[in-house]
């Protein structure tokens, strides 16, 4: 029984030994498998074997023929793992052929095309096929030809970085600044107003004649626009009574913007001339009667006092009282009775008189 069993394990030891397959022997069944396939019909794929490992190198045409390769390694008894190294290149390349290029056109021509389209991204040539390409390059120079030969456009000026540069920003809009009830506000007219022709509720401009400040900051520049109205006004009488004139600001107009005021108001009195009048009327009596009765007695005096009141009416008549005249460019003040907040600025806007 010993004896039986001993021959059987000589025997499958002298079996095993026959069937193992040398690197070369596996090799050698890849290649010829990949040959025959014909799903690769290029066939420069290199083989090697060590121990079961098969290395599969060289070029080919298509992602296609590179995974046909691989998977016939795989089916040759005893290949325990495939590496895969096959390149995917155009099929020039891997010929070991130059690429073609069309027939030069003359240079007219060619300089009124749009430059091609760049070449698809390929394996770097094997050296026989740069050998071959440059030869082709010089015989196509030494006939003289002067076309364009380049496949790749000039490249052009990068204009991202450019492009990318964010405009400057605006510089900020200047904060509200509030001033306070009380500030005086010094004007200067546009206008001339007079208590003999002014009516009121009329409406008078000017401009700011002095900045007001607001520590260092000027609020309200010389530059912007104001407007106001006739409170009340009385013209001068021609036997008694004086001129009145009141005005106040009631807008003030900067930057575009319109801001409500209220001021306090401006006034002024022209000077009387009711006593004066009384005096020049009663003066001319007295003078009449003592002439009259100089020279007609009693009824005389009567006559004389009469034509002479008569005369002092009339020099009394023919005078007016003083009137109120503010010239243009009068310059006026007034106190602000409530605060009021405001963007500083300088431009002057165009004044609107109706825009109320």
Request: net charge positive; proline share 8%.
């Given at each position: 029984?010993?004896?039986?069993?001993?021959?059987?394990?000589v025997?499958?030891?002298?079996?095993?030994?026959?069937?193992?397959?040398?690197?070369?022997?596996?090799?050698?069944d890849?290649?010829?498998?990949?040959?025959?396939?014909?799903?690769?019909?290029?066939?420069?794929?290199?083989?090697?074997?060590?121990?079961?490992?098969?290395?599969?190198?060289?070029?080919?045409?298509?992602?296609?023929?590179?995974?046909?390769?691989?998977?016939?390694?795989?089916?040759?008894?005893?290949?325990?793992?495939?590496?895969?190294?096959?390149?995917?290149?155009s099929?020039a390349?891997?010929?070991?052929?130059?690429?073609?290029?069309?027939p030069?056109?003359?240079?007219?021509?060619?300089?009124?095309?749009?430059?091609p389209?760049?070449?698809?991204?390929?394996?770097?040539?094997?050296?026989?096929?740069?050998?071959?390409?440059?030869?082709?390059?010089?015989?196509?120079?030494?006939?003289?030809d002067?076309a364009?030969?380049?496949?790749?456009?000039?490249?052009?000026?990068?204009?991202?970085a450019?492009?990318?540069?964010?405009?400057?920003?605006?510089?900020?809009?200047?904060?509200?600044?509030?001033?306070?009830?009380?500030?005086?506000?010094?004007?200067?007219?546009?206008?001339?107003?007079?208590?003999?022709?002014?009516?009121?509720?009329?409406?008078?401009?000017?401009?700011?004649?002095?900045?007001?400040?607001?520590?260092?900051?000027?609020?309200?520049?010389?530059?912007?626009?104001?407007?106001?109205?006739?409170?009340d006004?009385?013209?001068?009488?021609?036997?008694?009574?004086?001129?009145?004139?009141?005005?106040?600001?009631?807008?003030?107009?900067?930057?575009?913007?319109?801001?409500?005021?209220?001021?306090?108001?401006?006034?002024?009195?022209?000077?009387s001339?009711?006593?004066?009048?009384?005096?020049?009327?009663?003066?001319?009596?007295?003078?009449?009667?003592?002439?009259?009765?100089?020279?007609?007695?009693?009824?005389?005096?009567?006559?004389g006092?009469?034509?002479?009141?008569?005369?002092?009416?009339?020099?009394?008549?023919?005078?007016?009282?003083?009137?109120?005249?503010?010239?243009?460019?009068?310059?006026?003040?007034?106190?602000?009775?409530?605060?009021?907040?405001?963007?500083?600025?300088?431009?002057?806007?165009?004044?609107?008189?109706?825009?109320?």
């Open positions: 029984m010993r004896r039986y069993l001993g021959l059987g394990l025997s499958l030891a002298l079996f095993a030994a026959g069937c193992a397959r040398t690197d070369q022997q596996v090799a050698a890849v290649q010829k498998k990949i040959s025959a396939d014909s799903n690769i019909p290029d066939k420069q794929v290199t083989v090697s074997s060590t121990g079961g490992v098969v290395t599969l190198s060289g070029n080919v045409t298509s992602d296609a023929a590179r995974n046909a390769a691989a998977n016939d390694a795989a089916q040759v008894a005893g290949v325990k793992t495939v590496v895969n190294d096959l390149k995917v290149a099929t390349a891997d010929n070991g052929q130059p690429s073609t290029m069309p030069p056109e003359p240079q007219a021509e060619a300089s009124n095309n749009p430059p389209a760049p070449p698809r991204m390929a394996a770097r040539p094997s050296p026989r096929a740069r050998r071959s390409s440059q030869s082709a390059s010089s015989g196509g120079n030494n006939s003289g002067t364009l030969r380049t496949t790749v456009p000039a490249t052009a000026p990068d204009t991202t450019a492009n990318n540069n964010p405009a400057p920003a605006p510089p900020p809009e200047p904060q509200p600044i509030t001033v306070p009830s009380g500030t005086q506000i010094s004007i200067r007219l546009n206008d001339q107003l007079s208590s003999e022709t002014a009516q009121v509720g009329d409406v008078f401009h000017g401009n700011i004649s002095t900045p007001v400040m607001i520590g260092d900051t000027t609020v309200i520049p010389t530059s912007a626009d104001v407007e106001g109205r006739v409170v006004v009385k013209s001068a009488g021609r036997f008694a009574g004086q001129s009145d004139l009141v005005i106040e600001l009631t807008r003030l107009m900067m930057n575009g913007k319109s801001y409500p005021l209220a001021t306090d108001h401006w006034s002024k009195n022209g000077s001339r009711g006593k004066a009048t009384a005096a020049k009327v009663g003066g001319g009596a007295a003078v009449g009667a003592i002439l009259g009765g100089i020279f007609g007695g009693g009824k005389g005096a009567a006559i006092a009469a034509a002479g009141a008569g005369a002092g009416t009339g020099v009394a008549g023919a005078t007016k009282g003083q009137q109120i005249i503010l010239k243009p460019e009068t310059v006026l003040t007034f106190q602000l009775q409530n605060s009021i907040s405001v963007r500083p600025g300088s431009s002057r806007q165009p004044l609107n008189p109706g825009n109320n």
